[in-house]
Each structure stands twice: as structure tokens, then as C-alpha cells.
């Protein structure tokens, strides 16, 4: 796959990171990080609906059935600059009631019984979940221009975060609360040897935003923070310590802060330090002048990034991460106490991660090369379409 004399020339720990092909092709199973709280993936073969690279026609919104509706959105919103490619849809693509029915749906697959309180589907819920997940599958098609292909995964992975109880005073200890709010620490989708995975997208399920929230049956309230999805590196600036840090650690062949020490000046400690600042700063805490985004999730909403850049190397302003969504209480009093909506259901925060893959024979004759040609073909067509 990579003929004598294709290399390009690079520092040896960037070249020695090229070896992510093998891992690749051996690894088409592996999952990436997981934290702790699991994910749900899976595999398939799909029918070829297009060529990779090819158009994918948009001109048709995704059947509604009745109020669970799956649509196209008008169009998606750049939430960064270039290098990092990242949008959100201007509209959710999928209603609220097909959000519940999803989270539902992968609640009682992943507590495959073991759970009483996860009620499992009947038949007919069943069928429509498959089916508004596969107009969803649709959907992310043609906002990335990214056709499903043989050997790209069935299912997304399922994440869900219920609150962790936190005394306010972690907001006095930095150190403290960056390891509440991200306690998985921040990574590339291109860790495990996945450089393949040159788009994500994930699908919010919930609502979480930070602010006051009356708990049910009592007078004081509770600050409910984080369940967003920070991009430290989102907007950049020209000489910015954080982004040496985070190639730094690519070049090392690192996709993941919390494969590194702990050491405070370490670089996986200055890219949870800078997305810790984007929290800060979007909560009137302190303003560290962060160039970072944080994405909050809205049910039905749809974000999409690209983790690989132009020459088919993991993008470091990629790096991503998500936040433990928190409830900081101001009373000792019931720490352990369950936060729940306006409607009587547990607050939690739900999401559907997808990638997207370049297939293999999209650059099979052209090694990296190929490869590299692939990567900066569908950037540039994202960037065309909505920058």
C-alpha cells in the first residue's frame, strides 16, 4: 500500500505515527477509547447506495411518520475556522418524540434485562426505532457527502450521562473541577489506530444547558453544569500553546490526554486546562480569552467534524471532549438526591456518535497518497458547501 519513495519527509515520531495502516486494517472491529460508562457499536454490510467522494442527492427530506419525524436540515451552521471543520445543523433533523423513542430503544439494549427499570420495546416500537435510525444513517449521509459503505458500523455508539453530585466548592480548585467535568479527559476519533474515521457525527438526544434548575418538592435550587461537547481548539489562534501541545502529542502518536501522565505540565494537561477555560469562560467564571467552542446539546440536533486533515494526518485541532454533566448543590443535605425535569423524568444526557469511514478501496491503488487525496477532496467539499 505504500510504494518505495511515497513517504513524505517528516520527523521520526511522525513517521513512526505513519504506521497507522496495519493497526487499521487489523483493528476494523476494535472499538475506540471507551470510557468507563461503555458504548454500544456494531457492524454490518451495507449496499453500496453511491461511490465515495460521489454527490449525494439532497433534494428529498426523509419520511415523516406522524409526529417522528426525520428530516434534512435546510443546512449546516460552521461553528470554527479552518483547520477544524465543524457545524452544527440549523434545524434538528430528527423531533423530540423520535429522541425519546431512540434513547428508549438503546437504554433497553444496553441493559439487555438486567435492568427493571428499562422497559424494552414492543414489536412495533421496535420497527420504527430501526427504521428512524436508518433515515438518520440517511440524513448524516448527505449533510457529509459521505455515502454508508461496506463494513461501516450498524449501530452508533450510545452514550448516556446521568448527574454526578458535586459540592460547590469544587468551583474554588481548577484541578478539581476539570477532573468532575471531564473526567475522560479529551481525545482524536482517530485513537486505537482509526485514522479511517475522517468524519464524526453525533446526534444530541436531550436537552442540557447550564444554569438554575427547582428541584421538585424543595426550596433551594440546584446549578446544573456541563454536558457539552468541548472543541478547546475550535477557533485557534496563530501562536497558541495549546495547539503545540495537542501536535505534540499526535506526533508522539498519542490520540488520548489520558495516556499521558499526570504531570500538570504535561500536554495533555494544558488541552484539558484550555477546554476547562471555554467552560469558564461560557459561565462567567473567568475569562481566559479561549478561542474554544462548546456544543450544547439540543434534542434532534446534529453536529458533524472532520478528524483527519488535507495530507491524511490526525487534525490536532480536532481534539474533542465530554463533559460530566454535573449537579452542584449548595446544600449538604441529599448529595445524592436525583435531579428530575418538569416532567418527572430523570435529567440525563443521551447521544449517538457516528463515523464516518473512507473505505479502503477509495485509496486501495494509491497508498497514502490515495488516502491523503480522499481526506482533502471531502474537507473541500465541506468547506464549499457551508463555509
Not at 437504554?107 to 438518520?136: C, F, I, M, P, Y
Not at 482533502?376 to 457551508?386: F, G, L, P, V, W
Request: with cysteine; glycine share 8%.
Amino acid at each position: 500500500l505504500f510504494p518505495h519513495g511515497q513517504w513524505p519527509t517528516m520527523a521520526p515520531c511522525r513517521i513512526a505515527s505513519l504506521s497507522w495502516l496495519l493497526p487499521c486494517v487489523a483493528c476494523l472491529v476494535a472499538p475506540p477509547y471507551l470510557s468507563p460508562r461503555g458504548g454500544l457499536v456494531g457492524r454490518r454490510h451495507w449496499p453500496q447506495k453511491a461511490a465515495f467522494g460521489s454527490e449525494i442527492d439532497s433534494s428529498t427530506d426523509v419520511l415523516h411518520e406522524g409526529c417522528y419525524r426525520v428530516e434534512t436540515p435546510e443546512t449546516m451552521i460552521p461553528l470554527s475556522r479552518p483547520p477544524l471543520l465543524l457545524l452544527r445543523s440549523s434545524s434538528p433533523i430528527l423531533s423530540r418524540e423520535g429522541c425519546s423513542l431512540l434513547c428508549r430503544h438503546f437504554d433497553s439494549l444496553k441493559a439487555d434485562g438486567t435492568d427493571n427499570d428499562v422497559q424494552s420495546l414492543n414489536e412495533d416500537e421496535l420497527l420504527l426505532a430501526e427504521n428512524l435510525l436508518s433515515d438518520v444513517h440517511d440524513v448524516i449521509d448527505t449533510v457529509t457527502n459521505c455515502p454508508r459503505h461496506d463494513g461501516e458500523m450498524l449501530k452508533p455508539r450510545y452514550v448516556r450521562y446521568v448527574p454526578t453530585a458535586v459540592d460547590e466548592s469544587v468551583f474554588n480548585d481548577q484541578k478539581r473541577l476539570t477532573d468532575a467535568l471531564l473526567p475522560d479527559g479529551l481525545h482524536v476519533d482517530t485513537n486505537n489506530g482509526k485514522l479511517f474515521r475522517h468524519v464524526t457525527a453525533i446526534l444530541y438526544l436531550t436537552d442540557n444547558q447550564d444554569g438554575y434548575l427547582e428541584r421538585s418538592g424543595m426550596d433551594n435550587s440546584v446549578f446544573m453544569a456541563g454536558g457539552g461537547t468541548t472543541f478547546p481548539l475550535a477557533n485557534p489562534s496563530e501562536s497558541n500553546y495549546v495547539q503545540y501541545s495537542a501536535q505534540r502529542l499526535l506526533d508522539c502518536g498519542i490520540h488520548h490526554t489520558k495516556r499521558v501522565d499526570r504531570n500538570e505540565a504535561s500536554f495533555g494537561r494544558a488541552l484539558e486546562r484550555a477546554s476547562l477555560g471555554v467552560f469558564n469562560r461560557d459561565n462567567g467564571l473567568k475569562n481566559h480569552g479561549c478561542g474554544g467552542v462548546r456544543v450544547m446539546p439540543e434534542a434532534g440536533k446534529l453536529i458533524f467534524f472532520h478528524n483527519v486533515d488535507d495530507d491524511g494526518m490526525s487534525d490536532c485541532t480536532s481534539f474533542h471532549g465530554g463533559e460530566e454533566l454535573m449537579s452542584v448543590i449548595s446544600s449538604p443535605q441529599q448529595p445524592d438526591c436525583h435531579l428530575e425535569s418538569s416532567g418527572g423524568t430523570l435529567l440525563t444526557k443521551s447521544i449517538l456518535v457516528f463515523f464516518k469511514e473512507i473505505p479502503l478501496e477509495a485509496f486501495r491503488e494509491r497508498g497514502r497518497v490515495g488516502f491523503a487525496e480522499q481526506c482533502a477532496k471531502s474537507r473541500h467539499r465541506t468547506q464549499a458547501m457551508y463555509y
